[in-house]
């Protein structure tokens, strides 16, 4: 049977989206690499194009800061005109997760197991059911596509009736054929890989196993069909986070409530330690480190923890500051930008000073409330050209502005999907929206969807 997260989280999360959906509302880097290669299927988008820009992994760069800083046609201006371009037919729901486009194509995962291929400019129709190419039904798949190099990595459960982990890895072009199987797999533990997306850096490829490891192979893979990893890790809970590797560390949250830094290249062993910890005081469920100017920002379920991403000269490390809410859900991964920190709490986004506040604990500067019904916001969040986005589990997603002049802003825009859950976090590039989630409408094995948002000419 598939592996499912925390239950008793699901349940939190489902609970949230029905019990509020009845509520109405209060008052009011590392650079993507441009590409030459677009699709000729249609185009809307009011401004052109002449230097399209790749989202290659979950969180768009290596320090997975949310941030695209390369969007020029998006605008808080026109945000409010978007509108529904086209959705693609996948298989079941996605459920985390979040498309990478790369080349003219968009990759992304739904819970039946399979990744999809499409181009990113759609087929010329409002509803695409031809992909480029899929994979073989890999058992479960909840984490990110990260594309690198010619390759496509995403991790999986083994089969649906297995709980072992693998990391698959296929071409980018596919194998010719409407089906494909991994070109390898990385052997993951005894237990699914979730939400952990993979990481690839110097030459190898990260990925968490919810067996608490963290795995490091060959990202060129290893001569056979199946590899084992260079080395392994083991924190003290399950690893449900993706791995940020920066300056030649690799950091990765725990559901024991810490933040484990090591050592990219290994330690000389097929077992390594920590460099250091960072207790975070609760679980890390599917969040992400957050890099920015030397900091690395961690969610957890009660807070938002600043620590020195060079640690603090100990085994073990206090956060510099941390978020002074603690009674509260916090959901999803930070998103950096300009001096702020954005990060989903329950129903809406709390944004933080990057530096902190000069204390131990810091309030939020100002609240992104999001209008209408109200239900969890498990999306992390992404900020490009002065907009931010986020899905919410009222088959929506938001926009809201990234400057706020008052304690509470609300939202710009929303965008309906037709699925409560929208967990999958929103991929901004070249004046359009992409995001996974499903449509209720249809037989729950062909429900998954990919959406995509834009300007039109109309």
Same mark, same amino acid.
């Given at each position: 049977?598939?592996?499912?997260?925390?239950?008793?989280?699901?349940?939190?999360?489902?609970?949230?989206?029905?019990?509020?959906?009845?509520?109405?509302?209060?008052?009011?880097?590392?650079?993507?690499?441009?590409?030459?290669?677009?699709?000729?299927?249609?185009?809307?988008?009011?401004?052109?194009?002449?230097?399209?820009?790749?989202?290659?992994?979950?969180?768009?760069?290596?320090?997975?800061?949310?941030?695209?800083?390369?969007?020029?046609?998006?605008?808080?201006?026109?945000?409010?005109?978007?509108?529904?371009?086209?959705?693609?037919?996948?298989?079941?729901?996605?459920?985390?997760?979040?498309?990478?486009?790369?080349? $003219? !194509? #968009? /990759?992304?995962?739904?819970? %039946? +197991?399979? =990744?999809? @291929?499409?181009?990113?400019? *759609?087929?010329?129709? &409002?509803?695409?059911?031809?992909?480029?190419?899929?994979?073989?039904?890999?058992?479960?798949?909840?984490?990110?596509?990260?594309?690198?190099?010619?390759?496509?990595?995403?991790?999986?459960?083994?089969?649906?009736?297995?709980?072992?982990?693998?990391?698959?890895?296929?071409?980018?072009?596919?194998?010719?054929?409407?089906?494909?199987?991994?070109?390898?797999?990385?052997?993951?533990?005894?237990?699914?890989?979730?939400?952990?997306?993979?990481?690839?850096?110097?030459?190898?490829?990260?990925?968490?196993?919810?067996?608490?490891?963290?795995?490091?192979?060959?990202?060129?893979?290893?001569?056979?069909?199946?590899?084992?990893?260079?080395?392994?890790?083991?924190?003290?809970?399950?690893?449900?986070?993706?791995?940020?590797?920066?300056? $030649? !560390? #690799? /950091?990765?949250?725990?559901? %024991? +409530?810490? =933040?484990? @830094?090591?050592?990219?290249? *290994?330690?000389?062993? &097929?077992?390594?330690?920590?460099?250091?910890?960072?207790?975070?005081?609760?679980?890390?469920?599917?969040?992400?480190?957050?890099?920015?100017?030397?900091?690395?920002?961690?969610?957890?379920?009660?807070?938002?923890?600043?620590?020195?991403?060079?640690?603090?000269?100990?085994?073990?490390?206090?956060?510099?500051?941390?978020?002074?809410?603690?009674?509260?859900?916090?959901?999803?991964?930070?998103?950096?930008?300009?001096?702020?920190?954005?990060?989903?709490?329950?129903?809406?986004?709390?944004?933080?000073?990057?530096?902190?506040?000069?204390?131990?604990?810091?309030?939020?500067?100002?609240?992104?409330?999001?209008?209408?019904?109200?239900?969890?916001?498990?999306?992390?969040?992404?900020?490009?050209?002065?907009?931010?986005?986020?899905?919410?589990?009222?088959?929506?997603?938001?926009?809201?502005?990234?400057?706020?002049?008052?304690?509470?802003?609300?939202?710009?825009? &929303?965008?309906?999907?037709?699925?409560?859950?929208?967990?999958?976090?929103?991929?901004?590039?070249?004046?359009?929206?992409?995001?996974?989630?499903?449509?209720?409408?249809?037989?729950?094995?062909?429900?998954?969807?990919?959406?995509?948002?834009?300007?039109?000419?109309?």
């Amino acid at each position: 049977m598939p592996v499912t997260m925390h239950p008793m989280l699901r349940i939190w999360f489902l609970l949230t989206a029905l019990v509020l959906a009845a509520c109405q509302s209060g008052p009011g880097l590392g650079p993507a690499v441009p590409t030459a290669a677009r699709s000729t299927a249609a185009r809307s988008a009011v401004v052109p194009l002449s230097r399209p820009v790749n989202w290659p992994q979950f969180r768009f760069d290596d320090p997975r800061t949310g941030v695209n800083p390369l969007e020029t046609v998006l605008t808080r201006k026109n945000v409010p005109r978007l509108q529904l371009l086209w959705a693609a037919e996948l298989g079941a729901l996605v459920d985390y997760s979040s498309p990478a486009i790369v080349n $003219g !194509v #968009v /990759y992304i995962a739904s819970t %039946d +197991g399979r =990744l999809w @291929a499409y181009p990113s400019d *759609g087929c010329g129709t &409002s509803l695409c059911t031809s992909p480029l190419w899929t994979s073989q039904s890999l058992g479960q798949i909840l984490d990110s596509p990260t594309v690198a190099k010619g390759f496509v990595y995403i991790g999986s459960q083994t089969s649906p009736s297995s709980n072992a982990g693998k990391l698959d890895v296929f071409s980018t072009g596919g194998c010719g054929q409407s089906e494909c199987a991994p070109l390898w797999q990385g052997l993951v533990g005894t237990k699914s890989v979730l939400e952990s997306s993979p990481a690839v850096a110097g030459g190898r490829v990260f990925i968490g196993g919810f067996d608490g490891k963290l795995y490091a192979f060959k990202a060129t893979g290893c001569g056979s069909s199946t590899c084992l990893p260079e080395w392994t890790a083991t924190t003290g809970g399950s690893i449900e986070s993706t791995p940020t590797v920066i300056k $030649g !560390v #690799v /950091y990765v949250g725990s559901d %024991d +409530g810490n =933040l484990y @830094a090591f050592k990219a290249k *290994g330690c000389n062993a &097929s077992s390594c330690t920590p460099l250091w910890t960072g207790s975070l005081g609760s679980a890390a469920f599917a969040s992400s480190p957050a890099i920015a100017n030397g900091i690395v920002y961690m969610v957890s379920q009660h807070a938002l923890s600043a620590f020195k991403a060079g640690g603090c000269g100990s085994s073990t490390c206090a956060p510099l500051w941390q978020s002074s809410n603690s009674s509260d859900f916090f959901n999803g991964s930070a998103a950096v930008h300009k001096g702020r920190v954005f990060v989903p709490v329950e129903d809406g986004l709390d944004v933080y000073p990057a530096k902190g506040c000069g204390k131990a604990t810091c309030a939020p500067l100002w609240d992104d409330f999001g209008s209408g019904r109200q239900a969890a916001i498990i999306s992390s969040p992404t900020i490009a050209n002065g907009v931010v986005y986020a899905g919410r589990n009222t088959s929506e997603v938001l926009a809201w502005s990234e400057s706020c002049k008052s304690n509470q802003c609300t939202n710009i825009w &929303s965008g309906a999907t037709n699925d409560s859950i929208v967990s999958s976090s929103p991929a901004v590039v070249n004046g359009k929206v992409y995001i996974g989630s499903a449509d209720d409408s249809f037989p729950s094995n062909i429900a998954g969807r990919l959406y995509v948002f834009g300007l039109t000419n109309r």
